[in-house]
């Protein structure tokens, strides 16, 4: 597929494909705007069926972070990076190697961090190669793990979501569904457990679920029925497309706000949720903690600082939450609009910089 074809195209600044003969490396690295600041965005390795399958992932993350970067109003544009390729079987250290190269030859217009397939093991060799590496733990800088501000970010966003939907500042007596008790989830499930929340929790993994249920007094739910439990708020922080033509007309909750990345399976979700009066937290937005982590590390923030613009989600949403109101149009919709919003005014604003 030539790139300029491709339906996800969406006047990406520069995608580079990545062929290194030596060591069977194959990857895309794509640069979706640079308007806010250098494009940051983490690397995936995954075993692509087709090329064209990788560059529909690529160019849809890279957008995707983006809108991320740009509604958290950080100093940096969207970018993201695929590695083609089964990380069990060809990920080593000479791929990682010329893959740090590529991003070291961009000259830092990308910055490059974590995703599916590329753990904290691997950043350190492609550390090594650039210095355009965020998002783990690094001599000197401040620490990489995103894992506790981004359950921060989602606590406060659901209590705003909570406060706009249900009127109350608090979660103490509502009961709240978890999907999903990784290291965010449970997090989210300890903050909620101690202002008083009832907890439905579900899981694949059942010690999980066993020490939640032991330690916060929730009720085991299945993986497959979570999402249409009997509760006031929703909150999925596993897998994605959990909001689909099944379960937005089952759901339950008046309020769906949490973690996971690709909630809704598809656009048009988000409209059947207005419709059913059910308030959705975009998710991009509410899980923006763990990319400021990574900002602020890229930036040198101080910690108080860090968590000033996580806590700052909460007001987003809610801006977000009062502009789909009064344009009654979908959260999902206006979270782009806001998204696409700021990203113009960052290009004006670098366009008059360079007169």
């Not at 060591?23 to 692509?48: E, F, N, Q």
């Not at 995103?146 to 249900?166: D, E, N």
């Not at 988000?270 to 959705?280: A, F, V």
């Amino acid at each position: 597929m030539n790139v300029f074809d491709s339906p996800d195209f969406d006047h990406h600044e520069q995608v580079t494909f990545v062929d290194d003969k030596a060591t069977g490396l194959k990857a895309i690295i794509s640069v979706h705007s640079t308007a806010m600041g250098p494009a940051c965005g983490g690397t995936r390795m995954y075993p692509y069926a087709t090329a064209d399958d990788a560059l529909t992932d690529v160019l849809r993350l890279s957008r995707g972070m983006s809108y991320k970067n740009a509604i958290a109003d950080l100093p940096l544009g969207g970018g993201k990076a695929v590695i083609l390729g089964d990380p069990a079987k060809d990920k080593n250290e000479a791929r990682l190697t010329a893959y740090a190269h590529a991003v070291e030859a961009l000259g830092g217009k990308y910055i490059t961090a974590m995703d599916v397939g590329v753990g904290p093991k691997d950043m350190p060799v492609i550390a090594r190669g650039t210095k355009y590496v965020a998002g783990f733990d690094q001599p000197g800088k401040k620490g990489g793990d995103s894992g506790p501000l981004t359950a921060l970010g989602v606590f406060v966003g659901l209590k705003a979501a909570v406060k706009h939907r249900l009127g109350t500042d608090t979660t103490k007596g509502l009961t709240v569904a978890m999907q999903g008790l990784g290291k965010v989830g449970m997090d989210v499930a300890r903050r909620l457990h101690a202002e008083g929340a009832r907890l439905i929790v579900a899981d694949v993994s059942e010690d999980a679920v066993r020490r939640a249920v032991e330690a916060f007094g929730a009720r085991q739910a299945s993986p497959d029925g979570i999402a249409t439990a009997d509760c006031d708020v929703f909150s999925p922080n596993a897998l994605g497309a959990i909001l689909n033509d099944e379960t937005v007309m089952a759901i339950k909750a008046k309020v769906v706000a949490g973690g996971a990345n690709n909630q809704l399976a598809r656009d048009p979700h988000g409209k059947i949720l207005m419709e059913r009066g059910i308030l959705y937290a975009p998710d991009y937005v509410i899980n923006g903690g763990g990319i400021i982590r990574v900002a602020g590390q890229i930036y040198d923030w101080d910690d108080a600082e860090t968590e000033r613009r996580v806590l700052a989600i909460a007001d987003t949403l809610s801006a977000i939450f009062r502009r789909a109101e009064s344009e009654h149009l979908p959260t999902n919709v206006i979270a782009d609009r806001m998204a696409v919003e700021r990203i113009a005014r960052g290009s004006q604003a670098a366009s008059k910089a360079a007169e």
